[in-house]
Structures are given as structure tokens and as C-alpha cells.
């Protein structure tokens, strides 16, 4: 399947090599946007109604922020999607493929086509902040990290139980603690947002890994304190 | 020290027969009780369908299975139970039958059989209070499926006995499976977890965010879990979560416990899950998980 790419640099999900960022052509119906300006790239478009397909990579934001929103009527044949990736773990495989409720049905089949002979599996999801992955596992690591702090186990029985009661490869506070707290933060502070919902809200474990990677951050830029300086 | 030799499951249902295969596969006597014989009959239909996939697996000789087999026998008697040195209840999430059925056994066990609950959402002290020895009273949750998973939640309640809890840790480990000792909380600790994240997936079904099969997909390939939620929950059977999110809910009170709005109706149109041909996904058999 031919496609044109445009690649704005800095993906989230996506290096360079990824056969879907170097098998682009020079020309074709359907247009590829990768990378972390994906959404202002496709904005700046002169022609989209030339693309039978256009998908969009997206963060956190809802494809509507890119494509416009009315009366719950909104969809075409452009799509986003997103490859999940947790906190500093390598991307997974999984693509969610955005739609709207009017989006172009060959479209969605398309898109999945492309996006699984590129060795992903797909998703196909509405357009709502934190989409199926995000919407269903911030609340149980909240959970997790918030019964930890209150004695419910240890964090090793917590993982244990969890992993050979229900099969999980690994146990919640394993997982967090390696790929980076301080992403999960910043993914349920984003739902927390959107929802208002107390289960997003970022547990008190994950706030302080937050405020110390800003902590860090801030004394990398500054540079060791001055003699004198308080 | 007690010494366990004859095993008793109450309740024939997915997870009673789980445990009884459980309990005849680690070389104990086992007897089901259940007062319907039809449920009976199928969960035999079920385990010997088990054993054969073991057998064809070769996990297992034939003559180790007959012999298992001749071992695990049922009954529709209640009085049949007299026999057992363990009684492991494992039938609905519900406080009154499980007093019920805990009263009749208290008056048909002598008084050093072992009492356990395999309830997943209630609390351990509560049901105990109601089965006439509650000091002689343990929590052993299975997970599910039962014959396939080793963890088993052990929670001794307010007035259990430390021997009685010691007694039925040993027989947990002669069973082949893995005790952990959790708190008589609500939902301990899987479900806890557990019910409320099948709930949000459910929620997610409902909200129109996605169909059942692309939830499941993206649950097993970006986190590796065995199953989906969705899948799962099938498995479990709708009625039984449903009974199980109102267990938790009642004692958390916790918005993401309660069972959305579409558990119930899929359990008014008869859509169970797996046992029932249909639930979130279309099911041309019921024959049992794994072999």
C-alpha cells in the first residue's frame, strides 16, 4: 500500500527507522503525519481533500482539536492514532486508531490495513481523552500506588498477587517504578482534567517522582548552587 | 495438627468445580455438594472433558486420571458432607446463602472439619459469624480459573484460630497451590483491583469508546495480559460479576465498584457470558478453560 509521510520530528512512540516512517512514496491517496507538530503539520495543509486517508499521530489531545468539532457530526477521512507506549518502556505494538462518529468507513479499513502490514495491532476507538489503554489502566495504578501507602501489602505481595492471580506479566509498582512514575503523572493528570474524576487522580507516590524529575531537571539547568548563595 | 483427607466442595458452579479438581488432582478424596443435579452432571461433563485435554496434553496418564476421577465423586445430600475434614464453600456471593448453607453443614460436619469460604468480596468475619464456628472459619479465595491458577488469597478472620488458619495454609500447600496472607478486607486484593477495572472496561462498552474485541486487543498486546476484561468477564459469567461489583460496592462504596447499568441488562436478555452462548462475545461451546 502506497503513502505519502510527513515526518515533523520527535515522535513519541515512533524512531526514525520504523518501517512506517521510511516505506513513504512520493506520492499518494493517503498521507501519514508523524511526530510532535503532527497536528499543526496537517492545520497547514493546503489541499487535504486530495488524501482518501489522512492519519494524524497524536499525544494526549483528541483528534477534534486538529479536525474542528459540531453537533456530534464530525468525521471524514482523516483519522488519528496513537502507539502505546509506557512512561520509558520500549512502544509496544498497539495502535489506537482514532475515529468520529461520521468518519469514512473505507477509511478506518484502510488505515488498519496500512498500519498492520507495518506490523502493528489496532485498536479502532471513539475520540475521547485517554482513549482504551490510558482510560483503563491509570485508574488501577492510582489504586495501586495509593493501597501500597496504605498497608494493604508489601509491594512485593502487591506485585506477587497481582501477577499469579491474574496472569499480569508484571505487578503494578514493578512496572511504574521502571518505566518512570513521573510519566504516569503526567498521563493521569491529563485525564484528571478531562474528567474530574478522583480515580485520576495522580496518587501521592506519583507526584513526588514528578516534583523530584522537576527538582532534578531544574538543578541540571542551573548548575551547581554559587558560594554565598542560599 | 489436622489431618485432611477428605476434601468437600459446596457448590458445583465454575469455581466449586475448579476446586474440586484442584482438591482430586493433588491426590485428596473430594466430594461436591450442590442440591441441583443438573449442575452436577455438568460440571462432571466439564471436568472429565478437563482431564481428557490433559491426557491428549500429556500432562497426565489415563490411569492417572481414572484414578482421579474414581476419587472425585457428588452428591445432592447435604448429609454426605459428615465425611469431610475441609468443607470449601463456593457458591453465590451472598451473605444469607452462604449462612444458610454453613448452618446446615455445621450441623452435619463434626466439629473439627475445617470451614472455608472461597468468596472473593465478602468479608471473611462476616460469614464466619453466621456459620456456627467462627473460630474454626478461614478465607480461601482461588482465582479463576481455578484448576489452571496456583495463587490462592488466604484471610483468616477476627476470630479465627491461628492453628486453624496454620492448618488450613499446610493443606493449601499440599494442594500444589501458592498462599498468600491478605488482610479480611473487601475484595482483599485481586478483586479489589480486579472488579473495578472490568467495571471501566464495561463502562468503556457502554460509553460507545470502543467495541468489546478492540478493548480486549489493545489490554493483551500493549500490557501482555492473558485475556482481555471483556473475555474475562465472560468467563466469569455476567450475573456473577455483577453479584460480586455489589459485594465490594456495598463495603467500599467506591464509584468504580458498582456494576454499570449494562451488567444488568445483559443479564435480563440472558446474556451470561461463556455458559450462556453469549455475553460480549458469541460462544459456540461451554466446555471448560485449559486442560
Redo the contacts between chains.
Keep these: 500500500m502506497q503513502y505519502e509521510i510527513i515526518n515533523t520530528g520527535g515522535s513519541p512512540a515512533f524512531e526514525d527507522s520504523h518501517a512506517l516512517l521510511t516505506q513513504g512514496q512520493a506520492k499518494a491517496s493517503t498521507l501519514v503525519i508523524v511526530g510532535n507538530q503532527a497536528g499543526l503539520a496537517f492545520r497547514q495543509l493546503s489541499q487535504p481533500q486530495r488524501y482518501t486517508l489522512i492519519l494524524i499521530e497524536l499525544g494526549l489531545e483528541c483528534l477534534g482539536t486538529h479536525t474542528g468539532e459540531s453537533r456530534g457530526q464530525e468525521g471524514s477521512q482523516i483519522l488519528g492514532f496513537s502507539r502505546?507506549r509506557?512512561g520509558e518502556a520500549p512502544s509496544?505494538?498497539?495502535v489506537?486508531l482514532v475515529r468520529q462518529p461520521q468518519s469514512v468507513e473505507s477509511a478506518i479499513l484502510t488505515a488498519k490495513a496500512l498500519l498492520e502490514a507495518k506490523g502493528l495491532?489496532?485498536?479502532?476507538?471513539?475520540d475521547?481523552a485517554g482513549?482504551?489503554?490510558n482510560?483503563?489502566?491509570r485508574?488501577?495504578y492510582n489504586?495501586?500506588l495509593t493501597?501500597l501507602d496504605e498497608g494493604?501489602?508489601s509491594a512485593d505481595?502487591?506485585d506477587?498477587?497481582?501477577k499469579?492471580?491474574?496472569?499480569?506479566?508484571?505487578g503494578p509498582i514493578t512496572l511504574l517504578e521502571r518505566t518512570g512514575l513521573q510519566h504516569h503523572f503526567k498521563a493521569t493528570q491529563a485525564l484528571f482534567e478531562a474528567y474530574g474524576?478522583s480515580?485520576y487522580a495522580p496518587a501521592r507516590r506519583a507526584r513526588v517522582a514528578y516534583e523530584r524529575a522537576q527538582f532534578a531537571s531544574l538543578s541540571a539547568s542551573e548548575g551547581p548552587p554559587k558560594k554565598g548563595q542560599s | 495438627m489436622h489431618s485432611i483427607k477428605t476434601v468437600g466442595v459446596a457448590g458445583s458452579g465454575t469455581m466449586g468445580a475448579g476446586i474440586a479438581i484442584v482438591a482430586a488432582r493433588a491426590g485428596y478424596k473430594t466430594i461436591v455438594f450442590d442440591r441441583d443435579q443438573s449442575a452436577l452432571d455438568r460440571a462432571r461433563q466439564q471436568t472429565q472433558g478437563f482431564f481428557a485435554k490433559s491426557v491428549e496434553r500429556k500432562k497426565l496418564t489415563q490411569e492417572k486420571v481414572d484414578s482421579i476421577l474414581n476419587g472425585l465423586t457428588s452428591t445432592t445430600r447435604l448429609e454426605d458432607m459428615a465425611q469431610c475434614d475441609i468443607v470449601i464453600e463456593a457458591v453465590f456471593e451472598n451473605l444469607k446463602v452462604k449462612h444458610d448453607i454453613f448452618a446446615q453443614l455445621n450441623l452435619v460436619c463434626p466439629p473439627q472439619t475445617l470451614f472455608a469460604s472461597n468468596t472473593s468480596t465478602l468479608s471473611i468475619t462476616e460469614i464466619a459469624a453466621g456459620s456456627g464456628r467462627d473460630e474454626n472459619f478461614v478465607g480461601m479465595h482461588f482465582c479463576l480459573p481455578a484448576q489452571l491458577m496456583k495463587l490462592v488469597e488466604m484471610s483468616p478472620g477476627l476470630r479465627t484460630r491461628t492453628e486453624t488458619f496454620d492448618a488450613a495454609w499446610e493443606f493449601c500447600l499440599a494442594l500444589g497451590q501458592i498462599p498468600v496472607k491478605t488482610k479480611d478486607n473487601p475484595g482483599f486484593i485481586l478483586n479489589y483491583f480486579l472488579v473495578p477495572f472490568n467495571n471501566d472496561a464495561i463502562r468503556l462498552v457502554e460509553a460507545g469508546v470502543a467495541e468489546p474485541a478492540d478493548i480486549d486487543r489493545a489490554i493483551k498486546s500493549a500490557l501482555g495480559y492473558p485475556m482481555g476484561p471483556l473475555e474475562l468477564l465472560d468467563l466469569v459469567g455476567l450475573d456473577t460479576h455483577w453479584l460480586v461489583a455489589e459485594a465490594l460496592y456495598s463495603s467500599t462504596h467506591e464509584p468504580r465498584a458498582a456494576a454499570p447499568a449494562l451488567v444488568k441488562r445483559m443479564i435480563a436478555a440472558g446474556q451470561l457470558g461463556r455458559k450462556t452462548g453469549q455475553g460480549f462475545y458469541s460462544y459456540k461451546t461451554n466446555a471448560m478453560f485449559g486442560g
Design positions: 502505546f509506557l509496544t505494538n498497539l489506537e495491532q489496532v485498536s479502532v476507538c471513539a475521547f482513549r482504551i489503554l482510560r483503563l489502566i485508574p488501577y489504586g495501586a493501597r494493604l501489602a505481595d502487591l506477587m498477587t497481582l499469579l492471580g491474574l496472569g499480569y506479566p508484571e474524576q480515580a
